[in-house]
């Protein structure tokens, strides 16, 4: 066992040795998972023939008892558990979501009896804040001094209603902008709070963006297109995707095409070389282009204009284009160079 798992594992221990009956003992050890899953009040009140309302208040009065010791230095183990915590919050932000704080204090990823372990220490530690989770927000420590789970709040709530009064995506120098904190990693640990917040590639935004929370195909190849701001071939998008930090990412190159082809917001114009439809490419077949280009110039154009034109969104040879304007039920020649719709 490495040096910061034997001083957890010794500070909680030591804890528990300040709840003196074994009842209590197992209230706290259920309540928080320390020996395995969490269990809810009815689960324990059931298993100890007592009313959850009991439980609960036996778990209250269990944590004033250890917050009181832990006040009177009366659990030497805890001070070096807070030491270590402590320096790993200063690093992450002076906050952290529970799950990140406890990977990076084991150095792995942690357990869950782990991930409970620090939490319990924190509840009762006069040097460390908790925000309890809840359908708003992840559950977190923090550094006692920087505020309480309030102030806490306050500020992940602050932090979203920028990002949805912004109604787009931002990075942390935008937010910090709008924000008084003294470094954007203090802003990314309020915001990893959020349960409302997603991030991605640098930017954040409400979780029920695509921008920063793809759950489908569709949605990641949108993001894609997005991030590379050009025209991009289905391959290219499928080796994106399989490059990318998406939590699901093993697609097969025809599921990708499959979803282009689908969706309106992707329009093709080359082979296989996908658009943004936002970007002003719109669906149809070159000589469809061509009489959108004429009926938009009210005028006739020659084969030069029209050409440039249609490359604007467009991806094919010249020639093509060319091969398209001869289509005489389509369009007329006017004179040697130029050409109207008819």
Not at 84 to 109: F, Q, S
């Amino acid at each position: 066992m490495d040096q910061n798992a034997e001083i957890l594992k010794n500070a909680i221990s030591g804890s528990l040795k300040i709840v003196e009956q074994d009842r209590e003992k197992e209230i706290i050890s259920r309540r928080f998972g320390l020996n395995g899953n969490k269990e809810t009040l009815e689960q324990i009140g059931e298993m100890l023939s007592i009313t959850r309302e009991r439980v609960r208040q036996l778990e209250k009065a269990i944590l004033i008892r250890l917050q009181i010791s832990a006040e009177e230095n009366q659990i030497p183990e805890l001070a070096a558990a807070e030491k270590i915590l402590i320096r790993n919050l200063t690093e992450m932000g002076r906050l952290a979501k529970l799950t990140n704080l406890a990977d990076k204090v084991y150095g792995r990823p942690a357990t869950a009896s782990e991930r409970t372990g620090i939490y319990f220490i924190a509840t009762f530690s006069n040097n460390l804040t908790v925000v309890e989770e809840n359908d708003k927000y992840n559950a977190a420590v923090g550094i006692a001094e920087y505020g309480n789970e309030r102030a806490i709040r306050e500020r992940v709530d602050e932090i979203v209603n920028i990002i949805k009064a912004n109604k787009q995506p931002m990075t942390l120098d935008e937010l910090d902008s709008k924000l008084n904190y003294e470094h954007p990693d203090h802003i990314r640990a309020v915001a990893s709070i959020s349960k409302l917040l997603a991030t991605l590639n640098g930017v954040w935004g409400l979780v029920k963006w695509p921008a920063v929370n793809p759950k489908n195909i569709r949605d990641k190849i949108f993001v894609i297109l997005e991030n590379k701001k050009e025209p991009m071939h289905f391959s290219e998008i499928a080796k994106e995707i399989a490059d990318s930090n998406f939590k699901r990412k093993n697609v097969t190159i025809q599921a990708i095409h499959n979803e282009l082809i689908k969706d309106q917001r992707f329009v093709l114009i080359g082979r296989g070389i996908y658009a943004l439809s936002t970007w002003g490419y719109k669906k149809g077949t070159i000589s469809e282009i061509i009489k959108s280009v004429l009926e938009k110039a009210g005028t006739p154009l020659t084969r030069e204009e029209i050409v440039k034109q249609v490359l604007k969104t467009r991806k094919v040879k010249e020639t093509t284009i060319l091969l398209n304007l001869q289509n005489k039920k389509l369009f007329k020649k006017v004179d040697k160079n130029s050409y109207t719709n008819i």
